[in-house]
């Protein structure tokens, strides 16, 4: 009985320990800034199931969706609901794209899934004082072979425009450029000319005014599909798979390197955020500019350029006050890993802190860092665990009331009885001496 009381005095601290860190895990990965004017909250291809997974694993495949919505919306509610502890609120969530795991569902279950989808990131009480944006990715609407204008329309009707231009933090304080693109037609030809034609008319737009600009307003440029890089460097290589035709894309996993290079040259963003690559990913681009108008291109991983900066960035690139000259920059792309249970449930967290100069000029900081979860199983093992250890201090107490109110009589009541035999003996006893003696 000693053992397994202290077991259970064991298992109760472990079960206490474990659950008060799935409530309270951001206050181990919370944001680095204090005082941050800009925090956004990435959430990377949640990619929900629904009928087809139950048809494929019936009742077991139903608990599954019903976990994993519990699973999500716990992920996001840590972060941005205001009875969560220990964490500052993002000013910004956003989804990177393929909220659905498949774009082929039909009408009934593409609204069952929207109601799903909005109840995990959803608001009922107004308290979330933050703007929530929803990139489209492949398992949305297609990728440019099988994109639709039915498909884009309804997702539209949900969930808004899939191309356009933003600021940040606010349209009052226009401080950085945000674009949002609909990255599954950015490589033709697509089967959907129409929304094709809305992607690059953005882009083409939003080119012009970088160059009027003359790339001073640093610009987030925000894709769900990432842009080309070479093999090695990400979990994901270059792939792009084409259809019977030829003609049209039916999967990939870059942007291909003309479309890509376009972003890097004629756009100069300061920051990429994507998805569609559910490890993660996090690339430096180095951008030169030759005299002829040419462009050098290299990727590294944002560690080893951070190691190796000094080497890859030499004095010359510099200006005599410190900046890097003009036909030199350098863009960082985040692909953030997936907030799927196989994944963690990571969610990114990027913050852009204000700093004032004694001479009044501003300059930005930057900190991109991850944010995992557990793995999906592990909370249900915590909750059983939690349950057997409240049904074990039940039964605890249950027995200690027990031998403190009947021991007691019991005890007595044996003692009553022993002395009875006693007093019976003690009479035979006497019964026989007397016998004897007659």
Not at 267 to 276: D, S, Y
Not at 327 to 340: A, L, Q
Not at 364 to 392: A, K, Q, R
Request: hydrophobic share 35%; proline share 3%; aromatic share 12%.
């Amino acid at each position: 009985m000693h053992f397994l009381s202290i077991l259970h005095q064991s298992l109760t601290i472990t079960a206490l320990g474990a659950t008060l860190y799935l409530y309270y895990y951001t206050a181990f990965c919370g944001w680095k800034w204090k005082d941050a004017e800009t925090r956004v909250l990435f959430l990377a291809d949640p990619q929900i199931e629904g009928d087809a997974k139950i048809f494929r694993q019936g009742k077991r495949g139903e608990i599954d969706v019903w976990a994993n919505d519990i699973y999500l919306r716990h992920i996001y509610t840590s972060f941005v609901s205001p009875y969560s502890l220990f964490t500052r609120k993002p000013t910004h969530t956003i989804v990177l794209g393929d909220l659905f795991s498949s774009q082929w569902i039909g009408q009934r279950e593409f609204n069952e899934r929207v109601k799903r989808y909005k109840w995990i990131f959803g608001d009922t009480r107004k308290e979330y004082n933050h703007k929530f944006i929803n990139l489209t990715g492949n398992h949305d609407i297609g990728y440019n072979w099988d994109i639709n204008q039915y498909r884009v329309n309804r997702w539209k009707n949900e969930f808004g425009q899939m191309n356009f231009l933003d600021w940040i933090p606010s349209d009052k304080k226009k401080v950085h450029r945000m674009s949002v693109i609909n990255s599954m037609n950015v490589d033709g030809p697509a089967l959907d000319e129409i929304s094709r034609s809305e992607t690059w008319s953005l882009l083409d737009n939003l080119a012009e005014e970088r160059e009027k600009d003359n790339y001073q307003t640093p610009l987030i440029f925000l894709t769900h599909i990432p842009i080309y890089k070479e093999e090695g460097i990400c979990v994901d290589g270059p792939m792009t798979i084409y259809d019977d035709t030829g003609n049209f894309i039916r999967e990939q996993n870059h942007l291909l390197q003309n479309s890509s290079e376009f972003i890097l040259t004629r756009l100069r963003p300061r920051f990429i955020f994507a998805g569609h690559d559910h490890e993660g990913c996090d690339v430096t681009h180095v951008v030169r500019m030759k005299e002829n108008n040419e462009y050098l291109i290299n990727h590294y991983r944002t560690q080893d350029f951070e190691n190796e900066k000094n080497q890859i960035i030499l004095k010359n690139d510099y200006t005599e006050n410190g900046k890097l000259k003009e036909n030199i920059w350098i863009v960082r792309e985040v692909t953030v890993r997936s907030v799927m249970g196989a994944y963690s449930g990571n969610a990114g967290l990027f913050e852009i802190n204000r700093q004032i100069n004694k001479d009044g000029s501003e300059e930005f900081e930057y900190n991109y860092s991850s944010c995992p979860f557990v793995i999906n199983h592990i909370p249900w093992v915590v909750f059983i665990t939690d349950i057997i250890v409240i049904l074990g201090w039940i039964i605890r107490y249950t027995l200690a009331d027990l031998n403190i109110t009947f021991p007691n009589h019991l005890k007595k009541l044996l003692l009553s009885r022993e002395k009875q035999k006693k007093k019976i003996v003690r009479r035979n006893s006497c019964n026989n001496i007397l016998n004897n003696l007659k």
